[in-house]
């Protein structure tokens, strides 16, 4: 049965059994002024040294301009991600087409892992990056949520085994006001995206450099 099965069906069976995590992973967002960005590895493995699948794509798009980041076990996760996106059609069908806000689907994530916390015996094994940009408030949004419900705004943010790597980076070549490359002003031909996507770049190779195991696909 096993080797009939692949893709998602194959990591949902696992995650049915409890063999499956998401955890040997790493995800991190940052915002400027005018945009937000969310990168994560692509790996899927069972806890361990087994990896299941090495292509899985593990941010979400939610609506018109949020991304979702996750990590943790891929049944809690999927569930959580579904009922967003269940809620957000809801919202649309009855505000003329018109999706849910970064900061309002943040909370609702933030809401969502709460209530499981206080109604499920075992915590939710889910960690969660809300990355966006609102017209209503005019500036790109990024949030940290963790599997106990705790959520916060900021500037730069990780998740996974190497996030102490990521965040040291970032407190060294971050800086929102101006469009910076690993530490060098960008010339004025690169917009926000790619100085945002050379950072990513040189954030990776960072952890490349550090890190002990073998960093796969990337996304």
Known sequence: VLMMMCGDKLIALFSLFGFCRLTA?????FRTDSAAF?????????????QI???FDRIRSI?????????GDFSDCESIIDEIQAINEIHKLSFGDRSLSTLSIANLCRSIVARNLRTRKDL??????IAGCDDSCQKSLLFWLDNIGSIREVPYCAHGNQFSSILSFFDRYYDPSSQTIDGNEASDGVDVVQ??????????????KRSSTKIGKIR
Do not use: R
Request: overall charge neutral.
């Open 25 to 29: 992973s790493s995800l991190f967002g």
């Open 38 to 50: 969310i990168s994560s590895t692509c790996d899927v493995s069972t806890g361990g040294p087994i």
């Open 53 to 55: 699948k090495e292509n």
């Open 63 to 71: 609506g018109n301009a949020t991304l979702i980041g996750f990590k």
């Open 124 to 129: 939710l094994e889910t960690e969660f990056i």
């Open 195 to 208: 100085s945002g996507s050379m950072l990513m770049k040189n954030c990776w190779s960072n952890i490349k």
